[in-house]
Antibody, heavy 121, light 107 residues
Framework: QVHLMQSGAEVKKPGASVRVSCKAAGYTFTGFYIHWVRQAPGQGLEWMGWINPKSGGTNFAQKFQARFTMTRDTSISTAYMELNRLRSDDTAVYYC??????????????WGQGTTVTVSS | DIQMTQSPSSLSASVGDRVTITCRAS??????LNWYQQKPGKAPKLLIY???SLQSGVPSRFSGSGSGTDFTLTISSLQPEDSATYYCQQTYGTPYTFGQGTKLEIK
């Protein structure tokens, strides 16, 4: 069964960093881009970026470029996102998701369960 | 960035009603438009991709149409389990922006 399993909730202080993992199962990890999407409490969805697990290439939304890193470890079929210099408005649920069709821009059909990141002093 | 504007922001309808949600892009995105359903506390679920293609396993009462800048999601006969928030998303160009969402309530 195809699924993505994310790491657990995090509580961080402003200025700290957070890393969230996303472990893929049930398909060839290197065959599909992984996207990161976040959702602040009571708000809509915000696309952050994607990583090509095969090459490691990435594409970020400009607003996150200075603080946001996506990496992967193909040996364990896991993608990571790291957000640095956290602010209170980074408090959100962070989702990883897999593109529907390999290397085609047709949305994301498999989603992780979400990781709540709370930034509070 | 491509801006996506959904309307209405919220609506209330009865079981069996036909419901339409619209999404407008700030520029031509051809048919590179997706629709998601999200229920509280859950991850989004892909309903429609490429404007009108029904994702596997999604009930046929859901349909999508449109191209260019104007798109619609239609639920032909509303069911109680369709209570959710619906989002459009363009994947024509990065950043892959979402609409602000439409909250659908069952009367």
């Amino acid at each position: 069964q195809v699924h993505l399993m994310q790491s657990g909730a995090e509580v961080k202080k402003p200025g700290a960093s957070v890393r969230v993992s996303c472990k893929a199962a049930g398909y060839t990890f290197t065959g599909f881009y992984i996207h990161w999407v976040r959702q602040a409490p009571g708000q809509g969805l915000e696309w952050m970026g994607w990583i090509n697990p095969k090459s490691g290439g990435t594409n970020f939304a400009q607003k996150f470029q200075a603080r946001f890193t996506m990496t992967r470890d193909t040996s364990i079929s896991t993608a990571y996102m790291e957000l640095n210099r956290l602010r209170s408005d980074d408090t959100a649920v962070y989702y990883c998701s897999r593109e529907l069709l390999s290397h085609l821009p047709y949305g994301m059909d498999v989603w992780g369960q979400g990781t709540t990141v709370t930034v509070s002093s | 960035d491509i801006q996506m504007t959904q309307s209405p922001s919220s609506l209330s309808a009865s079981v069996g009603d036909r419901v339409t949600i619209t999404c407008r892009a700030s520029q031509n995105i051809n048919m590179i438009l997706n629709w998601y359903q999200q229920k509280p506390g859950k991850a989004p679920k892909l309903l429609i991709y490429a404007a009108s293609s029904l994702q596997s396993g999604v009930p046929s009462r859901f349909s999508g149409s449109g191209s260019g800048t104007d798109f619609t999601l239609t639920i032909s006969s509303l069911q109680p389990e369709d209570s959710a928030t619906y989002y459009c998303q363009q994947t024509y160009g990065t950043p892959y922006t979402f609409g602000q969402g439409t909250k659908l309530e069952i009367k």
